[in-house]
């Protein structure tokens, strides 16, 4: 326990972080960046470990965001007495033998979605959490953005009136390159459902987020890019290989989905890795009986809001995020000064950290990942099936 300059009793709590490719690095600075922007939590994250299997990727991570040590083999971390909570921001097929074992070792846990591979495997790191007792928080970062929030309270408050549907779309064109390398992210064993886990997890905790449980779907799946070259070195992110011997696909570039909520509402979710000319276009359109919101990733502070008594020929308005919207004000001092991802990463963290001070959770919890992970895999019974799934009795 140490004193800060405000008075405010400040405990810290050793941290570490599995994985260090784009999210270990964005998870490092969220840690780093919690106090500029959450003074009063009176808890301080201290970077006490950074795991990564490639020869010098740990060192280079302590040596850059201030580690104390660095380490190839995650196992350490869990047999380490400094680390209270952990990032899990390694591949997919990991989460669920990290999770569990960070959690049986009574470390939190900060897990990247889609946690895990099946819902089997959410269902085990979920369980291993509340049998802890520990927090477990998930990386559905865009349910963070101050719009969203907002979108979720209108949507709440009856402002659109009865919500009948919803379409979410997460296009992008990460995997769009032929040259794209044929990493983790395309193997069943190592990355599951490909834009299922990927992707259309987020759309699921949207769609949940802002309209509540799915009852049933029924959906249809691709893949557009069958083969790809196998890299020759150590990859992160969406490395590129040409050349190379080629391999199988084996996972989804493409998916879409009729969604029916357990509320009566309808809905429309689709999802692709390949798609050119697509960057980032992420979004939900929600209608009501009396209105409608709008909302695209690529101008995040903004929300398109439609509501009143017209219903025909009813205006359509940009609101600004600002100050009192979500945790806007934690970011920026007035209206419609643009946040970015990497905050929604911070109000993550932020989240994670209050819910271990509380002990109670606040954000996307490991119910929530078994929640979008049911979903997923409902999509691909129905995409073997063509028939509509129940997500519940389903999963
Ligand atoms: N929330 C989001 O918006 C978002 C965005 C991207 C990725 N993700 C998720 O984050 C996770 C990581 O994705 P990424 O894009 O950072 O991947 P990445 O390939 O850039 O990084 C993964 C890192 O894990 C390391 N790694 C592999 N095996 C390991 C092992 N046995 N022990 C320790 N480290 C190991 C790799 O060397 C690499 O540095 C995935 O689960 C992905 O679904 C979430």
New binding site residues.
């Given amino acids: 326990m140490d004193r800060s300059k405000e008075g405010l009793m400040v405990d810290t709590l050793g941290v570490a972080v ?7 690095r964005v998870h490092s600075q969220a840690y780093a960046r919690v106090p500029h922007h959450y003074p009063k939590l009176g808890l301080r994250p201290e970077l006490v470990t950074v ?4 020869p010098g ?1 740990a060192e280079e991570a302590a040596a850059r965001f201030g580690f104390a040590t660095a380490v ?3 196992r350490e971390v869990v047999a380490d007495p400094r680390v209270r909570a952990v990032s899990i ?4 097929f ?2 669920r033998e ?1 999770g569990v074992a960070m959690a049986e070792a009574g470390k939190h846990i900060w897990i ?3 946690v895990g591979l099946t819902v089997a495997d959410a269902r085990a790191v979920a369980e291993a959490v509340a049998k802890s007792g520990v927090q477990g928080t998930v ?4 349910r963070n953005a101050p719009a969203v929030e907002s979108a979720r309270r209108l949507i709440a408050d009856g402002g659109i009136g009865t919500v009948t549907h919803v379409r979410v779309r997460l296009f992008s064109d990460y995997a769009a390159h032929p040259e794209g390398a044929l ?3 395309y193997e069943r064993e190592r990355g599951g459902s490909g834009v299922l ?2 992707l259309a997890s ?1 759309g699921v905790d949207l769609a949940r987020y802002l309209l509540g449980d799915i009852a049933s779907l029924t959906a249809d799946t691709a893949v557009f890019v069958p083969e790809r070259a196998r890299p020759t070195g ?4 969406h490395s590129r290989a040409s050349g190379g011997e080629l391999g199988p696909v084996e996972n989804e570039d493409y998916v879409s989905c009729l969604l029916r909520f357990a509320s009566g509402a309808r809905g429309v979710l689709e999802a692709c890795r390949v798609s050119v000319g697509e960057q980032n276009n992420y979004g939900f359109e929600v209608h009501g009986t009396k209105g409608a919101v709008f909302w695209d990733f690529r101008r995040m502070n903004e929300l398109g809001v439609s509501r009143g008594d017209r219903y025909q020929d009813q205006p359509v308005s940009t609101v600004y995020m600002g100050p009192g919207e979500g945790e806007y004000e934690a970011f920026q001092p007035g209206s419609a000064n643009a946040m970015g ?1 990497d905050d929604l990463k911070v109000i993550e963290a932020y989240r994670f950290l209050s819910s271990i001070a509380e002990g109670t959770p606040h954000g996307a919890t490991l119910a929530d990942a078994v929640q979008s992970a049911a979903a997923l895999d409902a999509m691909t019974r129905s995409a073997e099936s063509g028939a509509w799934v129940d997500v519940h009795r389903g999963g």
């Fill in positions: 599995v994985g260090f490719g784009w999210m270990g795991a990564d299997d490639v990727r190839r083999d995650w921001t390694a591949p997919n990991l989460h990290i990247e979605k889609p990386g559905f970062n865009y990493t983790w992210r886990g990927d987020h150590a990859t992160a992110g991802y």
